[in-house]
């Protein structure tokens, strides 16, 4: 049985006939199976002559995929959040190719395309689970919404919202501001960071509690245990505030509560081949610069 890959990428990233040639010219190449997302192949055939068959395209879930070995997707990290949550199956591999600028996810780029399908072929993949966060009082159809960056509550209004944050029952605090970002290890170099809050290596076992734009000066990011439930209480003069995962958007009405956990589930991150945590912070950073030159 040969192996099988999950391509994913989405409309908004520029791809290019020389990126889509090389990718399927590495499928053929391995002789891997594979499927599809709708939008990707509609790209691959505008820019190629390549005829994507019916049945290897899937729409707003990959479906079970019992004999898939990884998922590859190409783009920014925002293309590789919308990936896992279209992932049914969470126990398999997720790889992101960087085709765009800062990238903490997909921190392979085009370069590495080559060195990644050969890890495929080889079973020599460097996988690393992270931590996601289970997310209860959302109105999603019945379907579990799980976050592996964050979770935020934000104001939709100009007027102040109101955030209060209980952690196994006990208030930490009247978040009185923009709103309250929940971040796991993994979302710490992004919505949290650019708040403020601090640099967490993933294999770290917590949760961050970060306040946007608060109007207390004295509030600080606080770091909590991901065996902690965290209960979010929803205060808006104007009756709603806006609810982010990840790359999702919902409301939330005055008054309405959320709870956050660890989920069971963890995402298998495919790691760049001698590539780092670190390394990536120095590159993506810029902290090997000497600004003094």
Same mark, same amino acid.
Request: with cysteine; aromatic share 6%; charged share 20%.
């Given at each position: ?70 998922m590859l997707c190409f783009g ?78 934000q104001r939709l209004e100009a ?12 208030t930490v605090a009247q978040y ?36 946007? #734009? ?5 509030? /600080?990011?606080?770091?909590?245990? =991901?065996?902690? !439930? +965290?209960? $979010? ?7 709603? #505030? ?5 790359? /999702?958007?919902?409301?939330?009405? =005055?008054?309405? !509560? +959320?709870? $956050? ?33």
């Amino acid at each position: 049985m040969s192996t099988k890959i999950l391509l994913f990428s989405r409309p908004q990233i520029a791809h290019t006939q020389g990126d889509v040639e090389r990718i399927f010219s590495l499928i053929e190449h391995y002789g891997f199976d594979f499927a599809i997302n709708q939008e990707f192949a509609q790209i691959v055939e505008q820019l190629t002559e390549r005829k994507i068959e019916p049945e290897r395209i899937y729409a707003y879930e990959t479906g079970e995929q019992p004999t898939a070995s990884v998922m590859l997707c190409f783009g920014g990290d925002g293309t590789l959040l919308e990936g896992i949550h279209r992932l049914s199956n969470k126990a398999i591999p997720v790889a992101g190719i960087n085709l765009g600028h800062l990238g903490f996810l997909t921190s392979a780029t085009r370069d590495d395309i080559e060195i990644l399908f050969e890890n495929v072929a080889s079973g020599k993949l460097s996988i690393q689970p992270r931590t996601l966060l289970d997310v209860e009082g959302v109105k999603a159809d019945g379907v579990r919404v799980l976050a592996l960056n964050e979770v935020a509550i934000q104001r939709l209004e100009a007027s102040m919202l109101k955030v209060e944050a209980k952690v196994n029952g006990q208030t930490v605090a009247q978040y009185n501001g923009d709103g309250l970002i929940v971040s796991t290890p993994t979302g710490s170099t992004a919505y949290s960071l650019s708040a403020g809050g601090p640099i967490v290596a993933p294999g770290c076992e917590c949760f961050l509690l970060t306040p946007l #734009a608060p109007h207390n000066f004295g509030m /600080r990011p606080v770091v909590i245990p =991901d065996t902690a !439930e +965290i209960v $979010l209480s929803v205060h808006s003069r104007h009756g709603e #505030a806006m609810l982010s995962i990840d790359n /999702r958007t919902y409301r939330l009405g =005055d008054g309405e !509560e +959320i709870t $956050l956990r660890k989920a069971i589930e963890k995402i298998l991150l495919v790691q760049p081949h001698n590539i780092s945590f670190y390394q990536t912070l120095h590159s993506k950073m810029g902290w090997d610069v000497d600004i003094r030159n």
